[in-house]
């Protein structure tokens, strides 16, 4: 959940007056369509039906919920915190109606508010190409500009891709993550609702970022949004996420699933900064796949959650594609981050980055877990893996999982790991000379992700330190 979708934007882009309470609140809930408790065959035939939706997607998700009961929950990790989320106590589909408005006129009024509340009009006026905005489980206001629409450019929601562009989106959907994939990436398949589907002809190059906001705003509700994003031959795009939550005392869900691909020299770029709500489980799957010359970036901040677990992933299926995560953690008490990347090497020539740092607050723990794969038979694969955690407090936690696997000796690939923890020699010196122990603490942690927050677009940078901010203030005092 990220608070950039709660801040109002100067005209030099950088985002003021950020408040980060402003997402901590919800309206009465005035579903039209709920389908209750507990994911069953007669849930997912209810969200098909009101959806109206082919059989072949019907079936799709009723296969998919046969994967999902006959899956176990993962016992490798987090096992203790994953047994703690009922999936009978979770609400799989509420909204207002499943068509997406054009117009903010037309969308109803709670919801209307909730997203003026948050700024997404404005942040649409000010810097983005196009903007989608959900609530809950459909999508409620949908525009892009009209330039882009005339490039052939198509962003809309998978209900609209699976229906209007059928031809384009069902060849790709479900194969870059198959329903089988993980227990998450089939209940997702199941119960997915709302999300993004774009696609960008060849040789479009768009100036501005697509983005899209995730509104949660009821209790005992699962999030089941499903992305696809396609970049054809010579096509870039930056597509931005954020979402919000209110703090609730029982568990809340989210399991996204998000595909891309990259086709031959096209470059796609995936940036989110989430800032969940405590109650949270955000338990992800995302991956692309970058064909010949073509690149994936995968910007990633992870802060707030009481369990995390994500790991963008780049399967760099063409010669000399390149794939990078960049990516920052921060867990306070009573928070997993459990995060990380993973690089899948399938062609000659392809070159991966991974850059993660993460920092542990209180008694919070953040976890890396990393793979790193390169093919039997593969000439000149490149890989950098760069490790970075930092300690502020001695009950403070920090893991990291690397697991690497090279056939061949014509490679280079190389990991590297540190941990470091604040001193209080250090924040002494800061303290007798004026500084405030909180203000001492967020320098420090500042300038330890200070070359990876540069990777953010200025909106989510200038949002992402204020917030780490007010950690360090919440944290001391």
């Known amino acids: 959940m990220s608070d950039s979708t709660s801040s109002s934007v100067s005209d030099n882009g950088i985002l003021q007056d950020i408040d980060r309470n402003k997402g901590d609140f919800h309206f009465p809930e005035s579903h039209k369509f709920d389908a209750g408790f507990g994911l069953t065959r007669d849930v997912v035939n209810y969200i098909s039906d009101v959806k109206g939706e082919p059989d072949w997607i019907r079936e799709f998700r009723l296969k998919a919920l046969e994967v999902f009961e006959s899956k176990p929950l993962p016992t490798h990790w987090a096992t203790h915190q994953l047994e703690e989320l009922d999936f009978d106590k979770i609400r799989y589909y509420l909204s207002h109606g499943s068509e997406s408005k054009r117009s903010w006129d037309e969308v109803p009024d709670d919801v209307k508010r909730t997203f003026e509340r948050l700024g997404v009009p404005e942040q649409e006026r000010k810097f983005l190409a196009g903007v989608d905005a959900q609530y809950d489980s459909e999508s409620a206001y949908s525009s892009m500009r009209e330039e882009l629409r005339e490039q052939g450019v198509i962003f809309v929601n998978p209900t609209e891709g699976l229906t209007e562009y059928e031809h384009i989106f069902r060849p790709w959907f479900g194969k870059v993550i198959p329903t089988g994939d993980s227990k998450y990436s089939a209940l997702n398949s199941a119960a997915f609702s709302g999300g993004s589907f774009i696609y960008i002809p060849k040789g479009v190059k768009l100036k501005h970022p697509l983005q899209a906001y995730f509104r949660i705003n009821s209790r005992d509700f699962g999030q089941f949004e499903r992305t696809l994003i396609i970049a054809d031959e010579g096509a870039e795009l930056m597509y931005m996420e954020g979402c919000t939550a209110p703090q609730f005392d029982t568990s809340t869900l989210h399991s996204g699933v998000v595909e891309l691909v990259a086709m031959p020299h096209a470059k796609i770029q995936y940036v989110t900064v989430q800032n969940w709500a405590s109650n949270i489980f955000n338990l992800v799957t995302q991956r692309g796949i970058a064909h010949e010359g073509a690149e994936i970036r995968w910007i990633d901040c992870n802060i707030g959650s009481g369990l995390t677990m994500k790991y963008p992933c780049v399967i760099l299926k063409g010669r000399k594609a390149r794939g990078e995560v960049i990516s920052i953690s921060l867990a306070n008490t009573g928070q997993h981050q459990d995060t990380g990347a993973k690089m899948i090497h399938v062609a000659d020539e392809t070159t991966s980055n991974i850059v993660a740092k993460s ?43 690397p697991a690497i696997t090279v056939h061949g000796d014509s490679h280079a690939v190389q990991h590297e790991a540190s941990v470091s923890q604040v001193s209080e020699e250090m ?14 603490m967020s320098l420090a942690v500042n300038g330890f992700i200070n070359d990876l927050v540069q990777e953010f677009p200025m909106e989510y940078s200038v949002e992402l330190r204020r917030l780490i901010d007010m950690e360090m203030e919440d944290s001391i005092g």
């Open 427 to 440: 924040l002494f010196y800061m303290e007798q000379r004026g500084i405030p122990r909180a203000a001492a």
């Open 359 to 401: 920092i542990s607050i209180g008694e919070g723990r953040a976890s890396y877990r990393g793979l790193v794969s390169v093919a039997k038979g593969l000439k000149g694969c490149r890989n950098s893996t760069e490790c970075d955690a930092l300690l502020l407090h001695a009950n403070s936690r920090t893991d990291t999982y």
